[in-house]
């Protein structure tokens, strides 16, 4: 896909998730996803990329769950498992290809948390998700990710740490889609690297060869 829909955009749900749909009835197998967001973890910089380990799904915590509503048998179960949401093999193969590619610099691991926007975070907002365990946070991917465990995609997401979330009330910086597309342009080769070589490698995994 190129960009995706937004819950802040005014789509419900429903349709923010619907090409996931159409990705498991097209046979596809795999679901890859990439997003901005902003670095709540102390030891993450500006320009990170964060492999997302797992996700807070606040929206949903409030209702706003893109399978609520009558399940539909037909792609999953009524009640899907989310422990394992995002591919353990996909996401140690991503760790071993940033060291091979010399990223370990700037790649990570973390939980990354789904707000609906479109303002960006409050310092009590910001300071509460760093107590509740979110390492980033941003407006997206949960729902696509939760559609896509619940028909059984395998799932590996990217998170660009666009900028710092403030946390502190002295701190003059403030937030801006500005910078989000500028550090976005800013990383984009060295994400479409990662994906490009993790695509290339992920069949391994499906054929059992030790991809070392
Ligand atoms: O679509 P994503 O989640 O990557 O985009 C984020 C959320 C907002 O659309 C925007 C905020 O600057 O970046
Ligand atoms: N909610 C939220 N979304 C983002 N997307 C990119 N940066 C941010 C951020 O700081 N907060």
Same mark, same amino acid.
């Given at each position: 896909m190129q960009g995706r829909f937004h819950l802040?955009? !005014? @789509? +419900?749900l429903c349709k923010v998730t619907f090409p996931v749909r159409i990705f498991k009835l097209l046979g596809v197998e795999t679901l890859i996803v990439t997003n901005a967001s902003g670095g709540l *973890? =102390? #030891?993450?910089?500006?320009g990170d990329i964060m492999l997302i380990k797992d996700h807070i799904n606040l929206p949903g915590f409030a209702g706003?769950?893109?399978? *609520? !509503? =009558? %399940?539909d048998e037909r792609f999953g179960i009524r009640f899907p498992c989310? +422990? #394992?949401? @995002? %591919?353990k093999d996909l996401r140690k193969l991503a760790l071993e290809i940033s060291q091979e590619l010399n990223y370990t610099n700037f790649v990570r691991e973390g939980v990354y948390c789904m707000v609906s926007g479109p303002n960006f975070e409050t310092i009590a907002e910001a300071r509460m998700l760093q107590i509740l365990g979110c390492d980033s946070v941003g407006m997206s991917t949960v729902p696509e990710v939760t559609v896509a465990k619940h028909c059984g995609l395998r799932v590996f997401g990217l998170s660009l740490i666009t900028n710092k979330v403030s946390? #502190? @009330? +002295?701190?003059e910086e403030k937030v801006n889609h500005e910078e989000v597309l500028e550090i976005s342009k800013m990383r984009a080769e060295h994400l479409q690297m990662m994906v490009n070589t993790l695509i290339a490698r992920a069949h391994l995994l499906d054929e059992g060869i030790n991809v070392n």
């Open positions: 802040y955009e !005014g @789509y +419900s *973890c =102390p #030891d993450f910089k500006v706003q769950h893109p399978l *609520c !509503g =009558p %399940n989310m +422990s #394992d949401a @995002y %591919n946390l #502190d @009330y +002295s701190r």
